[in-house]
């Protein structure tokens, strides 16, 4: 079973940058395509980036697309999210997921706990 697992949220300013990492437990860690979602308050949760398990195809949301890079090490069973040019809306839990390569949630099989970031104006 996989166990996945965020870490690098933070509090930062707006346009600032984060980048988050998502860390697998399992050998095929590299055979999911690996996704990021986010939530905040009060709102469902929403798509943010994707990536194939060959890391060769990427998908954004048009919300973060030219500010969020979605990449992956699958040597290191890591999946990262790097953000720039932060803004207050981009403030949520986000959590990394793997399963298979779509902006659907509920095609990702595995979730981690999630980690909050929040961007301050």
């Known amino acids: 079973q996989i166990q996945l697992a965020e870490s690098g949220g933070g509090l930062v300013q707006a346009g600032g940058s984060l980048r988050l990492s998502c860390s697998g437990s399992?050998?095929?860690?590299?055979?999911?395509?690996m996704g990021w979602f986010r939530q905040a308050p009060g709102k469902e949760r929403e798509f943010v980036a994707a990536i194939r398990y060959g890391g060769y195809s990427t998908s954004y949301a048009d919300s973060v697309k030219g500010r969020f890079t979605i990449s992956r090490d699958n040597a290191k069973n890591t999946v990262y999210l790097q953000m720039n040019s932060l803004k207050p809306e981009d403030t949520a839990v986000y959590y990394c997921?793997?399963?298979?390569?779509?902006?659907?949630?509920?095609?990702?099989?595995?979730w981690g706990q999630g980690t909050q970031v929040t961007v301050s104006s």
């Open positions: 997921a793997a399963g298979r390569y779509s902006e659907a949630s509920d095609e990702y099989d595995y």
């Open positions: 399992r050998r095929t860690f590299g055979g999911y395509a």
